[in-house]
């Protein structure tokens, strides 16, 4: 019944120039869940990207890890007891460490980290990544992310023009540096927490930062034959291990490094706090819009009813007011964003990239933001009384 009714439609479109600024609000206010959102799950995706592309089906920490960028080592030895438990076919250790690289062109320092392993046990499920990995078989060469931030210098762009790449690596603490050949590129990105990457073989990375020892490794990869029950291996290893190390699947080790993001740290709360402050502004600016619209048709409302009309029909017509507003307000957010996301993304090279589920959330939380809207403002048209128009 609502659809059939232009009421609402005329209502909206009679001041043309009124209709436009409320979809501009409107479209603000879902440009601004994207942008929420959009950051937040890049947020999540770049600090859990080598956790979703690391060989291994089981993965040991130390117990007092608590994410990719807060250094936390255990003993090596812990790792290959794992060997010892049915259904363990292989395991690799990762080293991991932030370094200051300097930059060949001005000579400043920032921070990048470094991934180190054996070359001859590849640790990441990546094509490009696997094609360089002889390279860093040789002692001092290393491999860069290609999409490291731009402080680092025109390290990609020299290594693709065919030239002769060295650059200089300092532990923290350190004045003098350990100076590596640029083997080969890979394709992985910054992150919050992160700028650049580096990887390297273990032997380069202990000669690197003489300060490491090789018994203390960062994450144990294990790998497990053919048909292995994983829930069975990782319940035996976690009740067998000492209690210095955990034992995650590959989703339980996403899923806590999300959690430190989302839970432990202010920029996790602050995404958070935006998103839910973004709907409730939205509430509150649709609220206004309607309130406006109702109040400047007080009238013409308490007319219909003297004529008959009940309050139902009535109050479809402010639904439907604000499912319009929903529809055409999110249209022009939608595209404006898709625009946001490509400057974003190709500024800083983090993850910011529209997705279904992402459109989806955004849309629904726009017609709730309207409809919430609209049931506040149909307690001034329920005021409405036919001897108004008297």
């Not at 460490?97 to 920032?110: E, H, S, V, Y």
């Not at 935006?274 to 509430?283: D, P, S």
């Not at 055409?328 to 800083?348: D, H, K, R, S, W």
């Not at 992402?358 to 409405?384: D, E, W």
Request: one cysteine or more.
């Amino acid at each position: 019944m609502i659809l059939k009714i232009p009421l609402a439609w005329l209502q909206l479109a009679h001041q043309k120039v009124r209709f436009l600024v409320t979809l501009s609000g409107i479209a603000f206010i879902v440009i601004l869940l994207f942008v929420q959102l959009g950051v937040q799950d890049a947020l999540y995706t770049s600090a859990t990207y080598l956790h979703q592309n690391l060989r291994g089906d089981l993965f040991l920490i130390s117990s007092q890890y608590n994410s990719l960028t807060s250094q936390h080592s255990f003993p090596r030895p812990r790792l290959y007891q794992a060997l010892g438990f049915q259904g363990v076919e292989s395991v690799i250790p990762l080293y991991l460490q932030f370094a200051k690289l300097k930059n060949p062109i001005d000579g400043r320092k920032f921070p990048i980290y470094v991934i180190a392993f054996d070359p001859g046990k590849p640790i990441l499920n990546l094509a490009e990544f696997n094609q360089s990995l002889q390279s860093i078989q040789l002692p001092d060469v290393v491999l860069f992310d290609r999409l490291s931030r731009f402080e680092f210098g025109p390290i990609a762009e020299k290594f693709e023009q065919g030239k002769l790449v060295i650059i200089e690596i300092f532990g923290y603490n350190k004045s003098i540096g350990y100076r590596v050949k640029v083997g080969g590129l890979f394709t992985q990105g910054p992150s919050f927490g992160v700028d650049g990457n580096l990887i390297m073989s273990y032997s380069t990375f202990l000669r690197t930062f003489q300060e490491r020892r090789a018994g203390e490794i960062d994450i144990g990869l294990v790998i497990l034959k053919p048909g292995a029950d994983i829930q069975q291996v990782s319940a035996n290893l976690s009740a067998y291990l000492p209690k210095d190390v955990k034992i995650f699947n590959r989703q339980e080790f996403i899923t806590f490094e999300k959690d430190f993001w989302s839970r432990r740290t202010p920029i996790g709360f602050v995404f958070s706090l935006m998103v839910t402050m973004g709907f409730a502004i939205g509430i509150a600016v649709v609220y206004q819009i309607l309130y406006s619209n109702i109040s400047n048709h007080l009238a013409e409302y308490a007319t219909l009813k003297a004529i008959g009309f009940k309050n139902n029909y009535l109050l479809g017509v402010v639904f439907q007011q604000s499912l319009v507003l929903a529809f055409l307000g999110y249209i022009p957010g939608f595209a404006i964003t898709l625009e946001i996301y490509n400057l974003a993304n190709n500024v800083t090279n983090l993850p910011v990239f529209m997705s279904v589920n992402k459109a989806l959330i955004v849309l629904i939380a726009t017609i709730l933001m309207c409809s919430i809207s609209g049931l506040f403002a149909m307690n001034k048209l329920r005021a409405a009384d036919p001897a108004d128009i008297f």
